[in-house]
């Protein structure tokens, strides 16, 4: 662990250094300070990974990391329009080309961090029981919520492995919108909706019962986050990127089910 707490904090020294110019020494300021605070916009589906990432990382440098968690696509609305956020990870790398696309990024800061995985959820009193998604024909099922495809990636994911499965038409009626992933696993614990398309990462950490979709029912969902320009923190902000995508996010993000660059795809089931 003193290894890569040295590694993490050799990383950031050099980006506050790099980030104050090439003609002022390095000084007390590359020390990070007790009152920065990292603002990162973020996917709902890494609510658990993240939280427990952003607690290790601020044991480990000192700086405080403040999560807005929400609908990929609301969450770039709302950095289009100005708010003010350090780092965005998104849910659908589209959704980063869309912000670089309109200068509001630092470039080099792009990185993939994973690859989501959707599920059928129900919560474990159900009397229902899934092996596929052709089980969501049952006639027992009144309501089945999904994120809202219209700025949610997981929604899209959900519409589309509905819709390679012939069941988008016929389930139309029954479908209830979250506003983002983790919405719509609230409306299935609560008992609000029979079951639920969710992210695998959000249903390895919940109570429920869960089985794991063939990842080719729907396109994949590629991760990827990046620096904001203009940010008042852009070397804290690029050592917590590394910190998600080095040796210590990761393992944490594999145990949530993330499929990162390079691996194999998780592929059991509860």
């Not at 869309?98 to 959820?121: C, S």
């Not at 909706?193 to 429920?208: E, K, P, W, Y």
């Amino acid at each position: 662990m003193t290894k890569i707490i040295t590694i993490v904090w050799l990383g950031l020294m050099v980006c506050l250094s790099a980030c104050a110019g090439e003609s002022t020494a390095i000084s007390n300021t590359t020390q990070p300070t007790s009152n920065v605070t990292l603002t990162v916009s973020a996917a709902a589906d890494l609510i658990p990974a993240f939280t427990e990432i952003g607690a290790l990382f601020t044991q480990e440098t000192g700086i405080k990391v403040e999560f807005n968690f929400g609908s990929t696509g609301q969450l770039a609305q709302q950095i289009l329009q100005g708010a003010p956020v350090d780092m965005f990870a998104a849910a659908n790398q589209s959704f980063i080309q869309q912000l670089e696309d309109a200068g509001l990024i630092i470039p080099d800061t792009r990185a993939v961090y994973a690859v989501g995985r959707i599920t059928l959820w129900t919560r474990r009193d159900s009397p229902l029981i899934f092996t596929s998604i052709d089980d969501l024909r049952d006639p027992r099922i009144e309501r089945i919520a999904i994120a809202n495809p219209e700025h949610a990636p997981y929604g899209v994911a959900a519409r589309e492995a509905l819709q390679s499965s012939g069941l988008w038409d016929e389930l139309q009626p029954k479908l209830i919108f979250g506003e983002n992933i983790a919405q719509t696993l609230q409306y299935a614990e609560s008992g609000n909706v029979d079951v639920a398309l969710v992210a695998l990462s959000l249903s390895i950490q919940s109570d429920g019962k869960w089985v794991l979709l063939p990842e080719g029912l729907h396109n994949p969902l590629v991760q990827a986050l990046a620096v904001i320009k203009n940010t008042p923190h852009e070397a804290e902000a690029r050592a917590f990127a590394l910190f998600i995508n080095g040796e210590i996010g990761h393992p944490i993000m594999r145990r949530y089910g993330f499929v990162l660059p390079g691996e194999e795809p998780f592929s059991t089931h509860d």
